[in-house]
């Protein structure tokens, strides 16, 4: 059985409720499976939620669904875009390591970045990632919550 561990610090309540949820089906195991994840059950958070197919091979993590809040923070809908297509600016290799330590380690982890990418959009969110299982028990997707705000910075809307 997995020694229990400490939930990560969640301070907004749609993601602790994502949280939640993934806690729910997780039981005594590391994780849930993706086929125990049910969209039905968590509707109203959709829309701030998204799924990350996760591969041994590059590119390694790739959108695979991707809720309309979460594309509207972004300013595109992310579905079938892979990290390092996704204008990240300077916070890319701590977004990728956060990607990686969920997926490596086998647990939930939520971060805050706040940056201005390089079309002048500054973005400031809070995100939680959570691995999901296959069959044989191999991280193979993140399911992942994101709120936060995007607005064109003061450079870019001169």
Not at 66 to 88: K, N, Q
């Amino acid at each position: 059985m997995p020694r229990a561990r400490p939930a990560p610090s969640i301070k907004n309540p749609i993601l602790q409720r994502l949280y939640d949820y993934w806690e729910g089906k997780r039981g005594q195991r590391a994780m849930p499976r993706r086929d125990e994840i049910v969209p039905e059950d968590i509707r109203d958070l959709l829309s701030h939620a998204f799924l990350i197919d996760v591969s041994d091979a590059a590119p390694r993590f790739r959108f695979s669904l991707c809720g309309p809040d979460v594309a509207d923070l972004f300013g595109m809908d992310l579905t079938g875009s892979a990290l390092e297509d996704i204008d990240l600016a300077d916070e890319y290799r701590e977004i990728v390591h956060d990607y990686a330590l969920a997926a490596d380690h086998r647990r939930p982890i939520c971060t805050r970045h706040h940056f201005v990418n390089r079309t002048g959009r500054s973005l400031d969110y809070e995100r939680v990632l959570l691995p999901l299982q296959d069959a044989a028990g191999e991280v193979r997707w993140l399911m992942g919550g994101l709120v936060g705000s995007a607005r064109l910075s003061a450079a870019a809307a001169e």
